[in-house]
C-alpha cells in the first residue's frame, strides 16, 4: 500500500472513533476513554488537522476533569488518575485550557504514589521511598506514570518543580544495572530483572533536559539495539520517543512505523491510543517531548 494513502487510513480510523459528545473511543463504537482522547488530540495536533475534532476532544477532557484537577479514567474509577498526565499534554499541544492545565498540574504536583521506608531485608533492589506517580491513587510508584507526570510538569514550565526533580531521582533509582528500564523493579531478591523497550522509551523521554548523557548511555545504547527488532507500535513507538528525546536518529524510521501498522492486517485493528502513538511517530520524527515542549 502506498505510504501516505496507509497513514490517511489510519487517520480516517482515528477520526471514525470520535464520539459526538467530543471525544475519543479506544475502538470502533466504544465509549469515551481519556487516554484515547489525549493521544488522538496528540496525533491531530501533530499533523495540523481536524482542528473541530481536537477543540471537541479538548472540551471533553474538561468535562471530565475533578474538582481536585485529576482526570479518571472513568467516572466510577476515580481512583485511577494516571490519564492526568496524559491530558496535560493533550491540552498543551492544542493551546488554550490554562485553567484546566493548571488545576491538573497542581494536583500531580500534590499527589504521589505510596511509599515507606527502604526494609534491611527488602526483597525488592530500589528505594521504595522516592516518591513518584502510581497508576492508581494509594498504590506504589511505577515507571510509565512517573515518566508521563514528568513529561507533563516539563511541559509546563514546571521542571523546576521539587516534585519532578524527586521523581528523577525515583527513575534513575529504577534504572537496571546493565541498562535499560522494566515497569519498575530493578532487582528481586537479588535477581536482576530485565528491561523492556517501551519503559526504557518513557524513562528517557522523562530524563531529558535533567541528566547528563553519561548517566543514560547504556540505557540508550540497549535501546538503539533493540530498535532494530521492535514491530508492535506501543514498542516501536516509545523506543523511537526515547532514543528521538536524546537525538538519536533513525534512519528508517517511518518504514518501521509502515510496516507495524501493516501488522493489523493479520492481527487485527490497533486500538486508537496505539495508532495516535504511530502517527505521531511518523510526523515528528520521534521527537514526541517537542510536541509539546514548553
Known amino acids: 500500500m502506498d505510504p501516505d494513502r496507509l497513514i490517511h487510513k489510519s487517520i480516517e480510523t482515528i477520526v471514525s472513533r470520535s464520539l459526538k459528545g467530543g471525544g475519543f473511543a479506544q475502538r470502533q463504537n466504544g465509549r469515551f476513554r481519556p487516554d484515547a482522547t489525549a493521544w488522538s488530540i496528540l496525533a491531530l495536533s501533530a499533523g495540523n488537522i481536524c482542528g473541530n475534532l481536537v477543540e471537541n476532544g479538548c472540551i471533553r477532557l474538561a468535562a471530565s476533569q475533578l474538582i481536585d484537577g485529576r482526570?479518571?479514567?472513568?467516572?466510577?474509577?476515580?481512583?485511577?488518575?494516571?490519564?492526568?498526565?496524559?491530558?496535560?499534554?493533550?491540552?498543551?499541544?492544542?493551546?488554550?485550557?490554562?485553567n484546566e492545565i493548571k488545576r491538573a498540574v497542581e494536583f500531580l504536583v500534590k499527589t504521589s504514589g505510596l511509599h515507606f521506608p527502604r526494609e534491611k531485608n527488602s526483597p525488592y533492589g530500589h528505594d521504595t521511598a522516592i516518591r513518584g506517580w502510581s497508576w492508581i491513587e494509594n498504590t506504589h510508584s511505577w515507571v510509565e506514570p512517573?515518566?508521563?507526570?514528568?513529561?507533563?510538569?516539563?511541559?509546563?514550565?514546571?521542571?523546576?518543580n521539587d516534585r519532578a526533580w524527586e521523581a528523577v531521582r525515583m527513575i534513575l533509582d529504577r534504572k537496571l544495572p546493565a541498562g535499560g528500564w522494566n515497569y519498575g523493579n530493578t532487582t528481586v531478591f537479588n535477581r536482576e530483572l530485565s528491561p523492556t523497550p517501551?519503559?526504557?522509551g518513557?524513562?528517557?523521554?522523562?530524563?531529558?533536559?535533567?541528566?547528563?548523557?553519561?548517566e543514560i548511555a547504556k540505557s540508550i545504547d540497549y535501546l538503539g539495539k533493540e530498535i532494530s527488532i521492535l514491530q508492535t507500535p506501543l514498542s516501536l513507538c516509545w523506543g523511537l520517543f526515547g532514543l528521538g528525546a536524546w537525538s538519536v536518529k533513525i534512519r528508517d524510521y517511518r518504514e518501521r512505523i509502515l510496516n507495524s501498522l501493516l501488522l493489523q492486517q493479520r492481527?487485527?485493528?490497533?486500538?486508537?491510543s496505539l495508532l495516535s502513538?504511530?502517527?505521531?511517530?511518523?510526523?515528528?520524527?520521534?521527537?514526541?517531548?517537542?510536541?509539546?515542549a514548553s
Open 202 to 214: 518513557q524513562a528517557l523521554c522523562a530524563l531529558s533536559g535533567f541528566v547528563r548523557h553519561s
Open 277 to 292: 502513538q504511530l502517527i505521531i511517530a511518523y510526523n515528528t520524527e520521534g521527537n514526541f517531548p517537542g510536541l509539546t
Open 71 to 98: 482526570i479518571p479514567l472513568a467516572e466510577d474509577l476515580e481512583d485511577a488518575y494516571w490519564p492526568t498526565a496524559l491530558a496535560v499534554l493533550a491540552w498543551k499541544s492544542a493551546g488554550g485550557f490554562e
Open 146 to 160: 512517573t515518566s508521563m507526570a514528568i513529561l507533563a510538569l516539563k511541559a509546563t514550565g514546571n521542571a523546576g
Open 198 to 200: 517501551e519503559h526504557t
Open 267 to 272: 492481527y487485527g485493528p490497533y486500538d486508537t
